[in-house]
């Protein structure tokens, strides 16, 4: 699923915004399980933790694309979202700037109906996952629509102002 993404951010040039707004992704997902049980990333120990799409991110932002991800959050935080936070580090390590939006504070904003990315404000990548957080038959569609993308990155941009810088942010 991810391969359209990678495709596109290789050919971005200058920024990657990424939306993500379920309270929960794919409860499946080994990793996640893993966390459940009682794992946790080292920060020190950066092989352990380090993988290809960290990889994609680092390439990108090294060669100047601004690469935001934007999570809209319900408080108190699930599971999954904890599971998120607690792995944030290593996007920020890889070059992401991440920011956290209480729903609460964006009681006033409309934002777009599916997580996705906008990348240089031309592309859209939409996510579409069925209601328990799984990628749907769909998976994801890309659109080089600069229409599409300029309404996508209006709706970013004024949750971003709003949103709490990662470093910042202390979950309840």
């Known amino acids: ?30 990793e996640f399980i893993r966390w459940q049980e009682g794992h946790r990333e080292d920060p020190d120990d950066r092989a352990s933790w380090w993988r290809p799409w960290l990889d994609v991110v680092q390439e ?18 699930s599971d999954y979202i904890r599971y998120e936070y607690d792995l944030t580090f290593t996007n920020v390590a890889a070059g992401e ?4 939006l209480p729903r609460s504070r964006g009681h006033d904003l409309l934002l777009p109906a599916l ?9 859209v990548i939409l996510h579409h996952f069925t ?9 994801m569609e890309t659109f080089h629509d600069p229409a599409l993308a300029k309404q996508y990155a209006t709706a970013y ?3 971003w102002q709003r949103a709490i810088p990662h470093e910042e942010y202390r979950p309840s």
């Not at 601004?66 to 408080?75: A, G, K, N, Q, T």
Request: glycine share 6%; net charge negative; no cysteine.
């Open 1 to 30: 699923m991810a391969t359209a993404v990678r495709e596109e951010l290789a050919k971005a040039q200058r920024s990657a915004m990424h939306l993500e707004m379920r309270d929960s992704y794919m409860l499946d997902d080994p």
């Open 157 to 159: 941009e004024a949750a």
């Open 115 to 123: 997580d996705g990315w906008v990348m240089d404000e031309q592309t």
């Open 131 to 139: 209601g328990d957080g799984q990628w749907s038959s769909t998976g």
């Open 60 to 77: 990108a932002t090294q060669r100047g694309v601004v690469m935001r991800r934007l999570r809209v959050v319900s408080e108190p935080i």
């Open 97 to 100: 700037i991440v920011r956290w």
